[in-house]
């Protein structure tokens, strides 16, 4: 059974940065595509960030440039930095086993000065 904890959110100012984790649990791990997606209140759940088991990255429009998905398959963990936060950025982010369709709990940032 596939489990996925993330962690690394938090209260930060517009401008600042944040590193976000995802570990994997119960699965071979490297080969999986791994998403990074989030929910702002009252919207829908969006991809930010994908990355293929050969290390192919996929970012949505809306971060390129800010945010940079990677994976260390020997730690089971994919990362997501977020560099330039805006308060738009603000939402819970959650990780994904694309693969299996396996989500973790969510962890909340907030951009706010």
Known sequence: QVHLAESGGGLVQPGGSLRLSCAASG?????????WYRQAPGKQRELVASISNSGSTNIANSVK???????????????LQMNSLKPEDTAVYYCQNVNLGVW???TLVTVSS
């Open 27 to 35: 699965s071979i791990f490297s080969v999986y595509i791994m998403g």
């Open 65 to 79: 440039g800010r945010f940079t998905i990677s994976r260390d398959n020997a730690k089971n963990t994919v990362y």
């Open 104 to 106: 973790g709990q969510g």
